[in-house]
T-cell receptor
């Protein structure tokens, strides 16, 4: 069966450290993988998109890697801040079922404490 | 540019009733996707509309339906509500609904079925 698994439901780290979130998938052929941030009571907000032929993408303190052999994406937040506390979702755009459809993991709730 | 808006933000209904939720996409966006978010299942795709046509559909029963108007605004309807329909319903708009299009989410409608 198809699955998208994010490493843990919750991750707690100290301010200034690097947070690393994992997204593993099975039985998908993703053309693209995206990461979103969701705050309580709000809709997800797009952060980064990485294509299957890209190994790494960066945006400010964020870095995403994509390994189609391991079927895994890693999402890093460097120099983390309490304001980074939120739920982070990975989402796949799978071949053959695009047209506005994303497949989401259940998310990892990140808490950055001072 | 105004973001995606959803109305109402909160709704309480009883079993057996029906409900209509509304979504206004970002100006110029022609694709609207709907998702259901629950703690147990995460974000699940309902359907996607483009130019007033449903192009893609998730695995939800026929009680869930939608439509899109010529101005790209969309509505979704749930008939014969069940307790399990309690969820956050999110709509997302994008330019064309392509797999690399960023999806911009609204704040959601929180539906509670009693």
């Amino acid at each position: 069966s198809q699955k998208i698994e994010q490493n843990s439901e919750a991750l707690n780290i100290q301010e200034g450290k690097t947070a690393t979130l994992t997204c593993n998938y099975t039985n998908y052929s993703p053309a693209y993988l995206q990461w979103y941030r969701q705050d309580p009571g709000r809709g997800p907000v797009f952060l980064l998109l990485i294509r299957e032929n890209e190994k790494e993408k960066r945006k400010e303190r964020l870095k995403v890697t994509f390994d189609t052999t391991l079927k895994q994406s890693l999402f890093h937040i460097t120099a983390s801040q309490p304001a980074d506390s939120a739920t982070y979702l990975c989402a796949l755009a799978s071949r053959g079922s695009t047209l506005g459809r994303l497949y989401f993991g259940r998310g990892t709730q990140l808490t950055v404490w001072p | 540019k105004a973001g995606v808006t959803q109305t109402p933000r909160y709704l309480i209904k009883t079993r057996g009733q029906q409900v209509t939720l509304s979504c206004s996409p970002i100006s110029g966006h022609r694709s609207v996707s709907w998702y259901q978010q629950t703690p147990g299942q995460g974000l699940q795709f309902l359907f996607e509309y483009f130019s007033e046509t449903q192009r893609n559909k998730g695995n939800f029963p026929g009680r869930f339906s939608g439509r899109q108007f010529s101005n790209s605004r969309s509505e979704m309807n749930v008939s014969t509500l069940e307790l399990g329909d309690s969820a956050l319903y999110l709509c997302a708009s994008s330019l064309e609904g392509g797999s690399t299009d960023t999806q911009y989410f609204g704040p959601g409608t929180r539906l509670t079925v009693l």
